[in-house]
């Protein structure tokens, strides 16, 4: 998504409402020291606001997986499995959960390699992120034990049938990663998240693949590449843009951005070329055109094909912006629209995890 020596879309720098904007998230754009003037009076006012389209936001990002098999199944003469809406929402909030923090400590980490770097750090989103992840792993760990329906009540959820199938034991360890991920953020222990969020990763991975599917190991790696990157590209833009407005026109945050940019090249060649073997491995070369448009899974990824393309291209904009305007950090419009993208690309790859796989035609 960004070429080399590139600096990201950054913050909400000298935006009307930025002040208030960054009070109501834990992340105060304005120094200690400063003064504050006539015009950050209507800017904090403005606060509320922002909080209700945040909400806003999410809420319509949810309907993406909760309405999304209906619209992708019409005329295509497949029938989803039971409560796919619901399935689709709990994975993409525990996608959700995985980037955050993931995110955080890959750009705190670039950060310690910068010199000069403010010590001011936005307040971390971990261990909300973490809870999160914890609800929605065990709730898809009650469908797993429900026989892979939706429990309507406690009597259908049998949790030690979790230990004797290769599903039950990985929702049960996506669990036990997401609480222990959560208590490491409690103690003030970030780094030690990475490894329970590391094992999430490599049990969504193996879930994604069966035993059953025709080199399921060849499959599981991919899916590991592929959402390892997705997860340190989403959460790493956001944190750097939350980064970049509590360090409001410090040099250190251009360049943060100059040497996240490096890093996510890498990581979106590493997407694309896992998710184009991916798809080659769901639908074969011959037949991926039809199955495009004539299957749910098809149809959702081409939706999510053109979402990646369109995120690729607000990055350009913010690029072009980056190196005419005077001031590099003015390009907040794309960066923020950026982030909206990445958030429905989210929200899609968690509907297309509920969908029927595609018919492998030979």
Known sequence: MYARNAVLPVAF?????????????????????????DDEGPARRSGTGRTVALLLLVALGALIPLL???????????????????????????????????????????ARHLPGVPPERPRSWALLADAAGFVAALALASVVSAGDL???????IDVGGLYGSRDGRLALLEVNAFLLAALCALLRRPAAQVWP??????????????????????????????????????GGLLHALRLLGRWRGDPA????????????????????????????????????????????YGRTLLAKAVLVAAVALLALWARIRLRRAADPLSAYTPARAEVIALGTVVAVSGLLTAL??????T
């Open 68 to 110: 999304g098999p209906s619209a992708a199944l019409h005329g295509t003469g497949e029938a989803a499995a039971p409560g796919a809406g619901g399935i689709g929402l709990l994975r993409t909030v525990l996608f959700a959960a995985l980037s955050v923090p993931l995110g955080e400590l890959f750009v705190h980490r670039l």
């Open 253 to 296: 945050g251009a360049a943060l951005l100059g040497l996240y940019a490096r890093v996510a090249a890498v990581l979106l060649a590493a997407i694309t070329a896992s998710g184009v073997c991916s798809a080659l491995r769901r639908m074969p070369s011959a037949t991926i055109l039809d199955q495009l448009t004539t299957t749910a």
């Open 197 to 234: 969020l590391a094992a999430v990763v490599a049990a969504e991975a193996l879930r994604a693949h069966p035993t059953t599917e025709q080199s399921p190991l060849v499959g599981s790696g991919l899916t590991l590449v592929h959402l390892a990157c997705a997860a340190l590209w989403t």
């Open 150 to 156: 939706i429990p309507h009540r406690l009597g259908q």
């Open 13 to 37: 720098r000298d935006l009307p409402g930025s002040a208030a904007a960054g009070e109501d998230h834990g992340v105060s754009l304005i120094r200690p020291t400063a003064e504050p003037t």
């Open 356 to 361: 029927p796989l595609p018919i492998r035609w």
